[in-house]
């Protein structure tokens, strides 16, 4: 078999593997979705997801490492996060919603009411990474873990209201809330 016969293959198992776990999640909730219902979903063996993947949660952990893979390509530049809004930070941020608009699907049923507590605490904390690569340093990681919780709940928020606003306004909405949590950060104590 050539390996461009084999790279065709993973990958239509892949997107077979991801399309039958989002919606399985989608039908009864990630805690009760089995490896058994996703192949049989998926219609491919129990010996050939055994093969790549330990369990629903390695599963899980590798369509979310691809999908973070795509989107930090979108938002690797090391420019901070208060850059006035008409630089290249503001277009990475769009680029950031735009990502999560393309696998609304994905994340939605993940960080939704039937998702899973393990994921939404994971994706929070690889935001609150990502934020913390784009802050002037503080001394604390207060900071970038309430932008990386207040990031996950705006995605959350405008998926589970059915993407109301175009992912430029989302990104300018939330990019203003952040705006306001590091000035308030960088504020000088005013404590009695």
Do not use: C
């Not at 629903?56 to 930090?72: R, T």
């Not at 990681?141 to 990386?148: E, K, M, N, Q, R």
């Not at 809330?177 to 009695?192: C, F, H, K, M």
């Amino acid at each position: 078999m050539s390996q461009q016969t084999e790279n065709v293959r993973v990958r239509r198992t892949r997107k077979l593997l991801r399309e039958a776990l989002i919606d399985l999640i989608e039908q009864k909730g990630f805690e009760k979705v089995t490896v058994a219902e996703i192949t049989d979903r998926a219609l491919i063996s129990r010996a050939a997801f055994y093969r790549t993947h330990r369990d629903k949660y390695d599963l899980v952990a590798q369509i979310y490492d691809e999908a973070m893979a795509a989107l930090l390509g979108t938002v690797d530049d090391a420019t901070p996060v208060t850059t006035p809004a008409t630089t290249p930070a503001a277009e990475r941020w769009v680029a950031f919603f735009e990502h999560i608009d393309t696998y609304h699907r994905f994340y939605a049923a993940m960080l939704g009411r039937k998702g899973s507590p393990w994921f939404a605490d994971r994706m929070r904390a690889a935001l609150s990474e990502m934020v913390t690569a784009h802050l002037p340093a503080t001394g604390t990681d207060l900071v970038p873990a309430v932008l990386g919780a207040m990031f996950a709940q705006s995605i959350t928020w405008w998926l589970e209201a059915g993407r109301p606003v175009p992912p430029r306004e989302i990104a300018a909405t939330s990019a203003r809330l952040a705006g306001a949590v590091i000035r308030e950060a960088a504020a000088p104590d005013r404590s009695p």
